[in-house]
């Protein structure tokens, strides 16, 4: 089985890109309109995880705790790129 890695850098359309499982659990965690090819291939490309659970208002540390019950491993950006 592969290792399952989600890199918080990368944008949406990316990660499910190299992932196709990985849309629905985005949109059940609330970003409802990934699951449109067209928002995929046009907003996903720009945006990041951490940028859209702002705009959504969804707690990025619920996103990572449900990502890694669903075998995933979250590599989050270094601390002193976060300011």
């Given at each position: ?41 046009t907003v996903g ?39």
């Amino acid at each position: 089985m592969d290792k399952k890695t989600i890199d918080l850098q990368k944008t949406v359309h990316a990660l499910c890109s190299a992932d196709p499982e990985l849309a629905p659990l985005l949109a059940e965690l609330g970003f409802t309109e990934i699951v449109k090819p067209i928002m995929l291939n046009t907003v996903g490309k720009v945006m990041t995880l951490p940028k859209g659970a702002a705009m959504r208002g969804i707690a990025l540390p619920t996103i990572i705790r449900t990502l890694e019950s669903h075998g995933y491993t979250v590599i989050e950006a270094p601390q002193e790129e976060k300011k």
